[in-house]
Structures are given as C-alpha cells and as structure tokens.
C-alpha cells in the first residue's frame, strides 16, 4: 500500500495505491470548526448535494446514473470531531480494469457535478429536494426515543452541560429544522464552499498521476484556507457531582455516568487511555465492568464504556430494573476505584491484543484505511507501525495512572416505568 499526499493549492489530494480491493473508493471530505448555530443546516445540505442537481434533477435521474455505473455507491455523513464538523460526500466504483466499457473520468465526475452544480436557481434549492430531507430528518430524530440507549446518551449530554459542543446534536431538533429555507441553506452552501477545508481520497489499484489529473480538472475549489481549526473541548469539570433522574416510559432504567479526563497529554489520549478505557468497559466481555454488573450479580445484559478523546470525557452506559439502580451505581463506582489499584498485566495483554486486531482488521476495509489516514494527516493519530510499537510498550502501572486522572462529573439516570410490561388485565 503506497500513500502519497498532493498538494493541489486550495486543497490536498490524497492517493492511497492498493491491490487489495476490486473497487475504487473516493471521499471528498469537507472540515470546520463547528458552529453550534448552523450545525443542522449543514447536516442537511450534504444530504441535498447527493439528492439532486441540474444535471440529474430528480432521485430516479441520479440513481440511473450511478447503475450505468455499474452500480456505484454515493452517500453523504456528517460527524462531529471535538470541536470539527467533518461532512464528506463518498463514492464507490468498480475497478475499470474489470470491465471493458467504462470510463474511471465518469465515475470520478460525477460528485463533483453534483458539489458544483447542485440544484439551485435564484440562490435557492429546490424546495421540494429540500422538504424530502427534512421529512427524512425530523423522522430520524423522534425515531432517536425508540432507541433507548442512545436517547439516554443524549439527554445525558444535555444534562452535563447543554451549553457544550459535546452535547449538540449535528441534526439539531425539529423546530431548528423548520427554520431552515431554499435560500439559507444557499447561503451554508456558498460558506462551506468557500470557507472549508476540502482534503480528497482515492483509494484502489489507480494510476496515480492519472486519478490526481482528473480530480484536479474536476474539483473547482478555489478558496485559500488559512484560519485554525481547533480539536479539544475543555469541558467544566464540577466539584460536586451533578446527578438527575428522571422519569420514562421505557422497560428499564437508563443509566449513564459521564466523567471529565483530567489533564491527559496527547500521548495519553493516543495509547495508555485507549487501553485504560478497554479494560474498564470498552473491550470484550472480560472488562471490569461487565464482571461487577452482570457476570458477579446479574444486573444487566450490557454495559460498555467509550473514551471520547477530543471532548476529554469518558462515558458510562447501562440498562437495569428500577430496583438496582442504587446497587448498580454503587458497582460502577467501586470500579472505577478498582481501575486505580487493582489492574493485572494478563487484562493489559488482551486490551493490548484486542486493539492491535482491531487496527489490523481497519486495513481490510477502504473506509477505515481512509479513515486511518486522514486522522494521522490531521495529527490525531500515529502512523500504525507506531501505534502498534507505543500500545505494546504500556504496563498495568501506566494504565493504573490513568485511573486516577477521571472524575465523575454527572450520573444520569433514566428510571423505567414500572407499570411498563405488566399485565394490564390482572
């Protein structure tokens, strides 16, 4: 695999050279600092671009196009990174070498087609394109309460402190969606165009100079980025824990624990705390916490933990009955002190193991190996030989250390309705 960068004026283009795939991947990546106002606009602009344009005004129109292609994918996403927003607009081709009739110049057009020339007239999306995605958009957010979990993460967020980055939520809510307009999503259009970042990928068995020569004919952006793009969220940390509990309709109770890193350095985030935070509940079902709750006592199916490195919070998630929530809490907090004693080289080794699997799993797939890439390019990531070297060297002292740089700052919890499931006829 051969990974060269291109610096191509406004933009970088990045070629990842493999002959490990049939297909050819190019993402188109777009990144800012976030702006908590705006966020939602932009989440539905991506999914406009890749709706319609002038030369394929409607669904149907795009979706023949990308058949002729012989059925080549085109999507967009948008995620929050700490304080970036990062959109990117992908497509997957078949490799032309396996067919004789197709053309990689048309595959590689097409979403810069739809990038330059969206359907606009008068500085307006059609508004019809533009309701399709809202309905899609408000349905995906009151989908968000049928997902218990996930809607207790949310509101936990909020709970800690709604006015933080961490807990925006990138689609916004159905009020902020029905504000949206033709001409105000024009003008996230023409400030994302013209202000973004803008770093492209291709992955696949290419020809270097030649997928750089198309992509530079076809990607127009113009505009030189100078401004800095910030990462870390310095999140309040509370000298007394904020803990709230409120009622839901749901079988069980919800419980999320979010706690502040304190003071972590890069290399921290990067090695010792990923494996810290495997141990503890982020890795199989040998973590600490999934051996207090449910293998000891039984009081849950599930319990996970994630390290969100750019917000410098680690989060607690769980379900349980009404009854053990206090039992429950009890076990949680006695783990985390656990962590800071009581951690043995045995789990170190499998966290260690279970990571390196997992970075090697990544070069199976193109979009983890973009992925991969565009971190180490941003600075948050090592290059993999590195990480795999730097995870290997971590001890259980190391990890122990990171224990005791947690602080538990809100317990959220989610009660269940305790009428839920009972059998109304008795």
């Not at 993402?27 to 406009?48: C, G, S, T, W, Y």
């Not at 005791?404 to 839920?420: I, S």
Request: with cysteine; charged share 30%; aromatic share 8%.
């Amino acid at each position: 695999m051969v990974y060269k960068q291109h610096n191509n004026g406004s933009y970088n283009i990045h070629t990842i050279k493999t002959d490990r795939f049939k297909n050819i991947k190019m993402e188109i990546f777009f990144r800012n600092n976030i702006d908590p106002q705006n966020i939602h606009k932009r989440a539905m602009l991506f999914d406009v671009l890749v709706e319609t344009s002038t030369k394929y005004p409607t669904k149907r129109d795009l979706t023949l196009a990308l058949e002729e292609l012989y059925n080549a994918n085109l999507y967009a996403t948008s995620i929050k990174v700490g304080k970036q927003i990062i959109s990117s607009i992908s497509m997957d081709f078949l490799n032309p070498k396996y067919t004789e009739d197709f053309n990689i110049e048309d595959a590689i057009r097409l979403p810069f087609e739809l990038i330059f020339n969206p359907d606009v007239k008068n500085e307006e999306f059609k508004r019809s394109t533009l309701e399709t995605i809202r309905t899609r958009m408000i349905a995906d957010i009151e989908s968000l309460k049928e997902n218990p979990r996930r809607y207790a993460l949310m509101e936990a967020l909020k709970s800690f402190d709604e006015k933080s980055i961490s807990a925006i939520n990138i689609m916004g809510n159905i009020d902020d969606l029905n504000l949206i307009t033709p001409h105000n999503l024009y003008e996230t259009y023409q400030e994302i165009i013209d202000h973004d970042y803008i770093d492209i990928f291709i992955i696949g068995d290419i020809d270097e100079h030649q997928v750089v020569d198309i992509i530079s004919k076809y990607a127009k952006f113009t505009t030189i980025k100078n401004h800095p793009l910030e990462m870390n969220i310095n999140n309040k940390v509370r000298s007394k824990i904020n803990e709230v509990m409120v009622p839901s309709n749901n079988a069980q109770a919800q419980i999320v624990y979010i706690l502040n890193t304190l003071n972590l350095s890069d290399e921290e985030k990067k090695y010792p705390f990923m494996i810290y935070n495997m141990i503890l509940g982020g890795g199989s079902l040998e973590t600490k916490l999934y051996q207090n709750l449910r293998d000891k006592n039984s009081l849950c199916y599930n319990v996970n933990s994630m390290f969100q490195k750019f917000d410098n919070l680690e989060i607690i998630s769980t379900a349980v009955d009404n009854e053990n929530i206090k039992l429950t809490c009890k076990l949680i907090n006695n783990t985390l002190k656990e962590m800071e004693h009581k951690v043995s080289d045995d789990e170190v080794r499998r966290a260690v193991s279970a990571i390196i699997s997992s970075i090697k799993m990544s070069l199976d797939v193109p979009g983890r190996i973009i992925d991969m890439y565009l971190f180490e390019y941003m600075g948050s990531i090592d290059n993999i030989d590195e990480r795999i070297k730097k995870f290997k060297e971590i001890t259980k002292n190391d990890v122990m250390k990171m224990a005791r740089k947690v602080k538990v700052n809100t317990v959220y919890v989610m009660k269940g309705d305790e009428d839920n499931g009972k059998d109304q006829t008795k």
